[in-house]
């Protein structure tokens, strides 16, 4: 059972435009959701992340919106930039021991 | 400190070999976790330290999966009498006890069985 689905297996967007990335879940226990970044042959660098007792998280391009009952995160990078295309994962926090539960990722390619 | 460590960063081992993985954390992180990636999908969790003690396993750990961190510090992960289905990338993380922080990965061992 998937709990946290990301249903774009990859995106292409221009240089300069926004990237939306989509990210849903079943498990309304979730208390934290993150994104983490991921470029081949490296291991994931996290990004930004959102408690689940908001619905906006903004880190300069990168802004997370949190939609609780539609069970459904997204991830804007406005502007887009071509060092930006990697892997982009998007991760949920179950309980306090931390572990995460992640979603499939989507390819970004930002192209100049 | 220069984050999360992982040695080797890649293994190839023979089918029924055994293999045995390390990850240092950041010195400073109470808690370290084990994952594991197939090509396609995101980390998978497979187990989580608290300090020296392993508070959780993923079902996913079979009996040939074994985790030890003896003092608190780094960690070991070996896969005994290793199959085919055991290729993957084994990622380490850890993070620290103090609220909502997110945990920083290392670069992972890329486990291919032959």
């Known amino acids: 059972d998937q709990q946290v689905k990301q249903n774009s297996p990859s995106l292409s967007v221009q240089e300069g435009r926004i990237s939306i990335l989509n990210c849903d879940y079943t498990n309304s226990m979730f208390d934290y959701f993150l994104w983490y970044k991921k470029y081949p042959a490296e291991g994931p660098t996290f990004l930004i992340s959102?408690?689940?007792?908001?619905d906006k998280n903004e880190d300069g391009r990168f802004t997370v919106f949190l939609n609780k009952s539609a069970k459904h995160l997204s991830l804007h990078i406005v502007p887009s930039q071509p060092g930006d295309s990697a892997v982009y994962f998007c991760?949920?926090?179950?309980?306090?021991?931390?572990?995460?539960?992640f979603g499939q990722g989507t390819t970004l390619q930002v192209k100049p | 400190d220069t984050g999360v460590s992982q040695n080797p960063r890649h293994k190839i081992t023979k089918r029924g070999q055994n293999v045995t993985f390390r990850c240092d954390p950041i010195s400073e992180h109470n808690r370290l976790y084990w994952y594991r990636q197939t090509l396609g999908q995101g980390p998978e969790f497979l187990t989580y330290f608290q300090n020296e003690a392993q508070l959780e396993k993923s079902r996913l750990l079979s009996d040939r999966f074994s985790a030890e961190r003896p003092k608190g510090s780094f960690s070991t992960l070996e896969i005994q009498r290793t199959e085919q289905g055991d290729s993957a990338m084994y990622l380490c993380a850890s993070s620290s006890w103090s609220g909502n922080t997110e945990a920083f990965f290392g670069q992972g061992t890329r486990l291919t069985v032959v």
């Open positions: 991760a949920a926090r179950l309980d306090l021991t931390g572990k995460l539960i």
């Open positions: 959102i408690s689940s007792i908001k």
